[in-house]
């Protein structure tokens, strides 16, 4: 699943340590759902959407099979 948050956190201002500090999450947590290793569950996606005001398909894309 492709995401954009790095841009949201960056376009904020916001350290991936300051982005987990709010959402209660570890700075590595989030640094791995930015670089795609890692699926959040979907009460953090909600807290991620929730955060940036805006839908989890805002954050969130699947990826398009060809």
Avoid: W
């Avoid at 949201?8 to 959402?23: I, K, N, T, V």
């Avoid at 955060?51 to 894309?61: M, N, T, W, Y």
């Amino acid at each position: 699943m492709q995401n954009d948050l790095t841009r949201r956190r960056e376009d904020d201002g916001l350290s991936q340590g300051e982005l987990a500090d709010a959402l209660d999450v570890t700075r590595q947590t989030i640094n791995a759902i930015e670089r795609d290793r890692y699926n959040p569950s979907l009460e953090l996606a909600f807290k991620l959407a929730a955060h940036f005001d805006c839908s989890i398909e805002d954050i969130f894309e699947p990826e398009q099979d060809e």
